[in-house]
């Protein structure tokens, strides 16, 4: 396996994995992400490629200087997204993407990561465990439609 940064030529595979990954976005806005995050300093996508040089995996890490649940420091690494084919899972490809980005971060000036995930998203919550992430908090968000005549 070869673990590598993302380059335009990876387009094509990333996208049909971030689609798994996030199936409410659209092509369009992937896109867009993708292009916005070649551009930045402060984000990264690296990817694991097989011996036919097949995308399997992919981590999207960032730097945020915004307040993170839990984090005591700034700036802080943290793992935007991160998606191993299934047929790639339980190889140890996880943990070396999540080293890569740990690495990354480091190398930016950041001495703690930060993840999340969907309070029902236990397969989730159970990997963050295993690459030795602990829970700092849950919450519910909501949201609400206010009518401007009434506000």
């Known amino acids: 396996m070869k673990y590598i940064a993302a380059t335009k030529a990876d387009f094509k595979q990333w ?3 971030a689609l798994q990954l996030w199936p ?4 369009v806005d992937l896109l867009s992400l993708f292009k916005s995050i070649s ?8 990817v694991c490629k097989n011996e036919g040089s097949i995308l399997v995996g992919f981590i999207l890490v960032s730097v945020r200087s915004d307040y993170v649940e ?3 420091s700034k700036p802080v690494g943290y793992i935007e997204g991160i998606y191993v084919r299934e047929q790639y899972r339980n190889r140890g490809i ?4 999540v080293t890569l980005g740990e690495q990354w971060a480091f190398d930016r000036g950041c001495v703690e990561m930060g993840s999340d995930a969907e309070l029902d998203n236990l397969d989730s919550a159970t990997f963050h465990r295993k ?11 909501f949201i609400k439609s206010i009518d401007r005549k009434n506000a």
């Open 15 to 17: 996208l049909e994995m």
């Open 131 to 141: 690459m030795g992430f602990r829970e700092a908090n849950k919450i519910v968000c």
């Open 39 to 46: 551009k930045s300093k402060n984000q990264d996508i690296y």
């Open 94 to 97: 996880a943990n070396c993407l």
């Open 70 to 72: 839990g984090l005591t």
């Open 24 to 27: 409410s976005s659209t092509d």
